[in-house]
């Protein structure tokens, strides 16, 4: 137990605790009794409601929504990476206009929801006489809009980099685009691949929102699959989310696993450096790493304070990546102030 | 253009206060539920840090819609038929409340150990010691994450008219059939959304100047 809050417990704690234990199992056991009864008395449980599942056409026309699912988180994913790099290279740019404009771009497709960007990527589309598709409507709104994250993303991860970096390289005569290329870009996209991954997972729990404009991803084939009048909304529903939850588990895994990875390679602290771009699942990615680290640190048998000392320093530089960027971003504000 | 909007303001301004309710009443619930799952997962008794951390594991990796249909229609299977906004209210704040728990707790993990052993040392018990020491420290580092969730809780809201809440979202969807003015119907919205969230946006980093631990 590491926790600020609760120091090595004595044997009254411990007796607390077991007690505490006991009854909490108990209350589980009843809840858990209480829902099993509402659904059995619900008619839920019965087998022919279940029975649908596991006829294997049922199962094809699911897993085809998966693999719909999958095609268009990726079509979107690699379109945002080079739109959302090309917008974060335009913020860092000297030129006001440039930077202007994409700052517009990235504040406007933070914040509106999603959904609003499908229906523009659908209805807008169609409107202006371009008959797309599902398929594309739905890319075209999550690429505009993980375009404008995925830049954030990118731009913390260049501003991350030390400075020195960049002067190194100006030093030895090397323009803007060797640069980028040879220096910057290469350390930056290694700090930054957890948290893409990350995105990604985030970004395939999105694609279900392209329900509501008729794409065939997962949930909108548990409502329409065959046997969907045998089973039920429960059942469909529960075995839709068990199969979003698988995908995105594991994407989920493999972020974590790849930002463990970076951080025992020391090249910086991963999704942690970049935290300053905000974005809930990317902290708790690293969150998470940092509970795994301690635990591994235990099962070695070392002192896991001295992993939490670590990361605290870590995340104490990371904190100051982050005041860095929010200074150059006050920088950037002040000097289009002086300019105007 | 402009009468456009003067016209279908009425319409707008309704969607705009169904929108802001649901924010209100969700994010609310999230700030309970994230506490008392915080809680569990700190807590020295192991059934309860595992409820803790499937409760997080389940809402963090299933999409929004997912859990809206499941409370929904799922739940209404079993019986349990409540209206479209109150159930659209607690599956947002159960969702957001997951996300929730993993700030919180991450900001009592961000006080070093050594704080909470001082005050133990001076000879302060469990409550005086998060009033006094842990909470004043906590709530520091979790600011900008929290601006982060309720601007996430925000735009999440617009989900709610899968299942015909008549929010925003679902107001400019609705302009589109009835005026096929698609694009001005968008965007009101969006600059509705726009404006609130970038003044949400300035708040959040106003109380993180004023509050954050300068280092």
């Keep these: ?340 | 253009m402009l009468e456009f909007y003067t016209e279908y303001w009425p319409d707008y301004w309704d969607g705009t206060l169904v929108t802001l309710r649901l924010v209100v009443i969700s994010f609310t619930l999230a700030c309970i539920i994230g506490v008392i799952i915080a809680g569990f997962r700190v807590s020295p008794v192991p059934p309860l840090r595992s409820f803790a951390s499937g409760y997080v594991a389940l809402f963090r990796n299933m999409p929004l819609l997912v859990v809206f249909f499941l409370a929904f229609f799922g739940v209404g299977d079993l019986g349990f038929v409540f209206g479209p906004f109150p159930t659209a209210a607690v599956a947002l704040g159960m969702y957001t409340g997951a996300y929730m728990a993993e700030v919180i707790r991450s900001g009592i993990n961000s006080v070093s150990s050594g704080q909470a052993e001082a005050g133990r040392a001076i000879g302060l018990g469990f409550i005086p010691l998060l009033r006094e020491i842990v909470i004043p420290q906590a709530v520091r580092t979790v600011i900008a994450p929290i601006g982060n969730l309720f601007i996430a809780n925000f735009k999440n809201t617009a989900v709610a008219l899968t299942i015909s809440v008549f929010e925003l979202t679902y107001i400019s969807r609705k302009l589109i059939n009835e005026t096929a003015r698609t694009w001005l119907s968008l965007l009101g919205a969006a600059i509705i959304y726009t404006v609130i969230l970038l003044f949400a946006g300035w708040v959040f980093r106003t109380l993180e100047d004023r509050y954050a631990i300068k280092r």
């Design chain 1, 1 to 340: 137990m590491s926790s600020v809050l609760i120091e090595e417990l004595g044997p009254r704690g411990k007796a607390r605790v077991r007690v505490a234990t006991i009854i909490s199992i108990l209350v589980g056991i009843v809840l858990l009794a209480l829902v099993v009864w509402k659904l059995g008395t619900a008619g839920q449980l019965t087998w022919a409601k279940w029975e649908p599942f596991t006829v294997w056409a049922n199962l094809e026309f699911l897993l085809g929504g998966l693999v719909n699912t999958i095609k268009a988180a990726l079509a979107a994913m690699v379109f945002s990476i080079i739109i959302g790099f090309f917008f974060a290279l335009g913020r860092l740019s000297r030129n006001a206009v440039v930077r202007g404009l994409c700052v517009a771009y990235v504040e406007f497709f933070r914040s509106i929801p999603l959904l609003l960007a499908i229906f523009m990527g659908f209805f807008g589309l169609l409107a202006a006489g371009l008959d797309v598709g599902a398929f594309t409507s739905l890319v075209v709104a999550l690429v505009a809009y993980n375009s404008a994250v995925l830049s954030e993303i990118f731009r913390a991860g260049i501003k991350s980099l030390d400075k020195g970096q960049t002067e190194a390289a100006q030093a030895i005569g090397m323009r803007y685009w060797p640069m980028m290329r040879i220096v910057i870009l290469p350390q930056a996209v290694r700090r930054m691949v957890p948290a893409i991954v990350a995105q990604l997972a985030t970004l395939s729990k999105d694609v279900s929102l392209g329900f509501v404009i008729g794409y065939e991803e997962v949930v909108r084939r548990g409502q329409g699959f065959p046997g969907f009048s045998d089973a039920g909304n429960f059942q469909a529903y529960v075995v839709v989310g068990v199969v979003y939850f698988i995908l995105v588990w594991m994407l989920a895994r493999l972020a974590r696993y790849l930002e463990l990875r970076q951080r025992t390679s020391s090249i910086g602290t991963g999704a942690a450096a970049i935290d300053g771009a905000g974005l809930e699942d990317i902290a708790a990615l690293s969150e998470e790493a940092d509970a795994a680290e301690v635990e591994a640190a235990a099962a070695r048998g070392e002192d896991p304070d001295r992993v939490v000392d670590s990361q605290t320093r870590a995340r104490g530089a990371a904190e100051e990546q982050g005041t860095k960027l929010n200074e150059a971003r006050k920088g950037d504000r002040d000097r289009r102030r002086g300019r105007d």
